[in-house]
């Protein structure tokens, strides 16, 4: 019950929909090789990017810009180099950490979930222990994942007091 838990939940709480049943993986999400995506680094069309494990991720400009455009705001599950290259590129966007109350909380969680390789999840662990040592020098606010529900509330208090709408 991490980062994902709470979007989710954040979703929920506002007037916005769930994926559809005809909804599919790659609507969604798009998946390329390595050579575009770097080509696509290099013609500047990722607005954030990381490596991890052996992967690339990132968030397309052309996904993002034309619904900030509109006037709406835009929540993106990332790590904390894509929360840096999105402080750059926006000073005012608002980043919230999600943190783990501690590593083994976290090793528990990853292995509840019954879909993850034991060294699947020592790598998340230590990425995590890095990203959580640093997370107040890059992020706004870090919130302490301990109670779910606490911290759902956490994150919609401070989208209200910022007065960071959600809705679609």
Known sequence: ??????IDALIDATPTRRPRRNEIE???YFFID?????????SGE?????????????TLRSAVEPILAS???????????GAKQIR?????ALLLFISPPDLETLANRLAGRGDTARRDIEMRLAAAAEQMAEAA????????????????GTVLDILETTGTDVSR
């Open 88 to 92: 750059v590129a926006n000073s005012d």
């Open 1 to 6: 019950m991490g980062k994902s838990s709470i």
């Open 34 to 42: 390595r050579a575009t995506f770097r080509a696509k680094l290099r």
């Open 26 to 28: 790659g609507e969604d």
């Open 46 to 58: 990722m607005l954030e990017w990381a490596e991890y494990g052996e992967n690339l991720y990132g």
């Open 137 to 152: 020098d890059v992020y706004d606010h870090v919130i302490v994942n301990d109670d779910l529900e606490r911290a759902i």
């Open 71 to 81: 006037g709406k705001n835009v929540i993106l599950d990332i790590e904390n180099e």
